[in-house]
């Protein structure tokens, strides 16, 4: 029996297929994608490139071209004529479609879908719709849009129900954010009004809808029970999110549950080990010895703040670069964290991909500074209130009585796993503060693709914002890889 089709719709860069694709069994593809969906360009592009390197994997080796894309020694134009990787891509292309899922382009996206099934009965849909209508800070934003019970993204979860109904896959798996199982619309329940449509879809068949963390019959389970806490099996973050799992009733299948971690992958088991590089000076003059005297004013000033100033500033580090060659480090890692290791590292690369810090002012520098000494100190990220009032941005907003935003600048703790790594980071830094208070900066791409599970060979394309986002909407591929194996033994008896 060859691979197990998948198609994955809502894709993004490509995080849940990542998971998938990387299952193997005797050396052998246990899955196999065979479409995927994405509407925005950069992703889009992130997800052939990925496909490439997926199909290449599979049929021996990926060549050095690869890799030399990945360090920036080559560019796109040189890389898709590669004799190796030129074919590749052409095939990923086939496979890989950028089309915006709706009632509009149903026709289109049922015939891509059926060409690329070839009647296969037994195959995986996976995938989320996107979750800004669901999301607690999507629809805080728009409490008084009248327009927003409108948005079509609260239906676009039809489009998986008519793809369940047409095709009638034999598993499909469906994420979305927390808030789906708060979120309301026209006063009814949008959680209820989902599990109720995805058990009911119509046509030929039926589907149980399990969670992935409690074995329960589904007609016991209570809504928080879908509810996957990634940082309780290997993902390096603290990000909850809403996983269903759904079964043809007609194969009497029942699922096993994902296994939980002994023990928590922390921020310093994902970072601690890439170069320190130095954060840009925004609208000011940018230079090693006028970053330098920021830091160390910004050192002087921590008593002021009640913190002992750091004994040592080393030396700045680089700014960073679309690639910084690095030597191979020995980690040691025990437990969850030496298996998370094995999953991100690539030594053929030699270094890291996208590691270079965005420009921040001097007066969030300062803060920087600050907020990532005072957890060091604390173990915990300051709260606006633990700012001095030089400290306190200017802003109403910041420096009302009720400090609405009180936790506005968040360090991600060396010894805990990260907070959600959400599409926001493409905005500021402010809530991805790094640890190293002497690297006074916000996360790298590559830091946050880490903290996302990403393996350090994946390659995002698109500008620096383009690639953030991309980083931030996925679904994090290790977490991914684990419902994979439980997916596996469900499709291959």
Same mark, same amino acid.
């Given at each position: 029996m060859g691979p197990i089709p998948i198609v994955d719709i809502f894709a993004g860069p490509g995080g849940l297929g990542e998971g998938f694709g990387a299952l193997k069994r005797n050396g052998t593809n246990v *899955? =196999?994608?065979v479409a995927a969906i994405e509407m925005e360009s950069s992703a889009h592009s992130t997800l052939t490139l990925r496909h490439a390197f997926r199909d290449l994997e599979q049929r021996g080796q990926v060549p050095d071209a690869y890799y030399r894309f990945a360090r920036g020694e080559i560019g796109y134009q040189v890389l898709s004529k590669d004799s190796t990787i030129g074919p590749a891509l052409a095939r990923a292309a086939g496979r890989v479609h950028r089309?915006?899922?709706? =009632? !509009?382009? #149903?026709?289109?996206?049922?015939?891509?879908? +059926?060409?690329?099934?070839?009647?296969?009965?037994?195959?995986?849909?996976?995938?989320?719709? %996107?979750?800004?209508?669901?999301?607690?800070?999507?629809? /805080? #934003?728009?409490?008084?849009?009248?327009? &927003? !019970?409108?948005d079509k993204k609260h239906f676009l979860y039809r489009e998986y129900l008519h793809i369940i109904s047409t095709f009638l896959p034999s598993v499909f798996v469906m994420e979305n954010v927390k808030g789906l199982l708060s979120s309301t619309h026209g006063g009814q329940p949008m959680f209820k009004r989902i599990l109720d449509d995805l058990r009911n879809v119509g046509g030929e068949a039926e589907y149980e809808i399990y969670s992935l963390t409690?074995?329960? /019959? %589904? =007609?016991?389970?209570? %809504?928080?029970d879908f509810i996957i806490r990634a940082e309780d099996y290997g993902v390096p973050q603290q990000r909850h999110r809403v996983i269903l799992l759904g079964?043809?009733?007609?194969?009497?299948?029942?699922? +096993?549950?994902? =296994?939980?971690?002994?023990t928590q992958v922390t921020v310093r088991d994902a970072i601690h080990d890439m170069p320190s590089i130095r954060s840009r000076i925004s609208k000011g003059i940018d230079s090693t010895a006028n970053w330098a005297a920021l830091r160390a004013d910004a050192n002087d000033a921590l008593a002021e703040e009640g913190i002992s100033p750091l004994s040592y500033l080393p030396e700045p580090g680089p700014l960073g670069d679309a690639f910084l060659h690095a030597a191979?480090?020995?980690?040691?890692?025990?437990?969850?964290? $030496?298996?998370?290791?094995?999953?991100?590292?690539?030594?053929?690369?030699?270094? &890291?991909?996208?590691?270079?810090?965005?420009g921040h002012? $001097?007066?969030?520098?300062?803060?920087? *500074? &600050? $907020?990532?000494?005072? $957890?060091?100190?604390?173990?915990?990220?300051?709260?606006?209130?633990? &700012?001095?009032?030089g400290l306190t941005p200017n802003h109403l907003s910041a420096r009302s009585e009720r400090k609405s935003f009180a936790d506005r600048f +968040?360090?991600?703790?060396?010894?805990?796993?990260?907070?959600?790594?959400?599409?926001?980071?493409? +905005?500021?830094?402010?809530y991805y503060i790094h640890p190293d208070p002497c690297q006074m900066r916000s996360l790298s791409i590559r830091e946050a693709a880490r903290l996302q599970s990403f393996p350090d060979n994946y390659v995002f394309l698109g500008n620096r914002t383009q690639q953030y986002t991309q980083v931030g909407n996925a679904v994090p591929p290790f977490l991914a890889h684990q419902i994979a194996k439980i997916v596996s033994d469900l499709v291959t008896k």
């Amino acid at each position: 029996m060859g691979p197990i089709p998948i198609v994955d719709i809502f894709a993004g860069p490509g995080g849940l297929g990542e998971g998938f694709g990387a299952l193997k069994r005797n050396g052998t593809n246990v *899955f =196999e994608s065979v479409a995927a969906i994405e509407m925005e360009s950069s992703a889009h592009s992130t997800l052939t490139l990925r496909h490439a390197f997926r199909d290449l994997e599979q049929r021996g080796q990926v060549p050095d071209a690869y890799y030399r894309f990945a360090r920036g020694e080559i560019g796109y134009q040189v890389l898709s004529k590669d004799s190796t990787i030129g074919p590749a891509l052409a095939r990923a292309a086939g496979r890989v479609h950028r089309l915006e899922l709706g =009632e !509009e382009t #149903r026709q289109e996206s049922d015939a891509l879908i +059926k060409k690329a099934l070839r009647g296969q009965p037994n195959w995986v849909l996976v995938g989320g719709p %996107p979750c800004q209508a669901y999301s607690l800070v999507g629809r /805080s #934003r728009r409490a008084n849009d009248e327009a &927003f !019970e409108e948005d079509k993204k609260h239906f676009l979860y039809r489009e998986y129900l008519h793809i369940i109904s047409t095709f009638l896959p034999s598993v499909f798996v469906m994420e979305n954010v927390k808030g789906l199982l708060s979120s309301t619309h026209g006063g009814q329940p949008m959680f209820k009004r989902i599990l109720d449509d995805l058990r009911n879809v119509g046509g030929e068949a039926e589907y149980e809808i399990y969670s992935l963390t409690k074995s329960v /019959s %589904p =007609e016991a389970l209570q %809504p928080r029970d879908f509810i996957i806490r990634a940082e309780d099996y290997g993902v390096p973050q603290q990000r909850h999110r809403v996983i269903l799992l759904g079964i043809r009733k007609d194969l009497g299948l029942t699922p +096993k549950t994902l =296994e939980r971690s002994k023990t928590q992958v922390t921020v310093r088991d994902a970072i601690h080990d890439m170069p320190s590089i130095r954060s840009r000076i925004s609208k000011g003059i940018d230079s090693t010895a006028n970053w330098a005297a920021l830091r160390a004013d910004a050192n002087d000033a921590l008593a002021e703040e009640g913190i002992s100033p750091l004994s040592y500033l080393p030396e700045p580090g680089p700014l960073g670069d679309a690639f910084l060659h690095a030597a191979p480090r020995t980690i040691r890692a025990e437990d969850a964290a $030496a298996e998370y290791r094995r999953w991100i590292e690539d030594t053929r690369l030699g270094g &890291f991909a996208s590691h270079v810090s965005r420009g921040h002012m $001097a007066s969030d520098l300062r803060r920087y *500074f &600050f $907020a990532a000494a005072y $957890a060091l100190k604390h173990g915990r990220s300051p709260v606006l209130s633990d &700012f001095s009032e030089g400290l306190t941005p200017n802003h109403l907003s910041a420096r009302s009585e009720r400090k609405s935003f009180a936790d506005r600048f +968040k360090v991600q703790v060396w010894d805990k796993p990260s907070s959600t790594v959400v599409s926001h980071i493409a +905005k500021d830094g402010h809530y991805y503060i790094h640890p190293d208070p002497c690297q006074m900066r916000s996360l790298s791409i590559r830091e946050a693709a880490r903290l996302q599970s990403f393996p350090d060979n994946y390659v995002f394309l698109g500008n620096r914002t383009q690639q953030y986002t991309q980083v931030g909407n996925a679904v994090p591929p290790f977490l991914a890889h684990q419902i994979a194996k439980i997916v596996s033994d469900l499709v291959t008896k």
